[in-house]
């Protein structure tokens, strides 16, 4: 069965520290990735995909994530945190028989000034 | 281009109501995906909507129901309110919604309480 993990309900983080938000995922096929992240009360901002390619994909708000096709991971790094960073971080995955996204529960991040 | 919107931002129904949410798509994009999101049960897809044909269905019961327009404009209905259904309701649109490269766009929500 085609799913997406991410194991950190929620990750804590001093501001200027680099962050890591973790998706480990499950798929047959080739996996197409995505990242969103969510701020209160409102909808879901893209951040960034993996399609095919470079392995470190960079995407808005100064976020990258690193494919890894051997540990099944498509973790959400950033170099240095800003408060402004603290929302909830989806991480999903493409469902090649209907089209769909798979998605994980969230993690919250949260950056402490 | 404007980004995906939904209407209305909030709503306060009873239980035993029906309500009806609007989004309308990103210009030129065809598939609508509308979501459930809960504390609880995270995002939960709900149906996709293309070319005015409802193309995928999630894991909800009858009470929930949608529609799409020739101008891709997507409703969706929730009939028989229970309180359970206090959400919020996120509308996401894409091209075609079948290029395995597609991004879903998503609106900023509606926030349904039912009491």
């Known amino acids: 069965a085609q799913s997406v993990a991410q194991p950190e309900d929620q990750v804590n983080v001093a501001e200027g520290n680099p962050l890591t938000v973790k998706c480990t995922y499950s798929?047959?096929?080739?996996?197409?990735l995505f990242w969103y992240v969510q701020y209160p009360n409102r909808g879901l901002q893209f951040l960034l995909k993996?399609?095919?390619?470079d392995n470190l994909v960079k995407g808005s708000y100064g976020f990258e994530a690193e494919f890894n096709k051997s540990q099944t991971s498509f973790h959400l790094k950033k170099p240095s945190a800003l408060v402004s960073d603290s929302a909830l971080y989806f991480c999903?995955?493409?469902?090649?028989?209907?089209?769909?996204?798979?998605w994980g529960a969230g993690t919250k991040l949260i950056i402490k000034p | 281009k404007a980004g995906v919107t939904q209407t209305p931002r909030y709503l306060i129904k009873t239980r035993g109501q029906q309500v009806t949410l609007s989004c309308s798509p990103i210009?030129?994009?065809?598939?609508v995906s509308w979501y459930q999101q809960t504390p609880g049960q995270g995002l939960q897809f709900l149906f996709e909507?293309?070319?005015?044909?409802?193309?995928n269905k999630g894991n909800f019961p009858g009470r929930f129901s949608g529609r799409q327009f020739s101008n891709s404009r997507s409703e969706m209905n929730v009939s028989t309110l229970e309180l359970g259904d206090s959400a919020l309701y996120l509308c996401?649109?894409?091209?075609?919604?079948?290029?395995?490269?597609?991004?879903?766009?998503f609106g900023p929500g509606t926030r349904l309480l039912v009491l």
């Open positions: 210009s030129g994009h065809r598939s």
């Open positions: 909507y293309f070319s005015e044909t409802q193309r």
């Open positions: 996401a649109s894409s091209l075609v919604g079948t290029g395995t490269q597609e991004t879903q766009y």
């Open positions: 993996y399609i095919t390619g």
């Open positions: 798929v047959s096929g080739n996996p197409y």
């Open positions: 999903a995955v493409r469902d090649h028989s209907n089209y769909q996204l798979i």
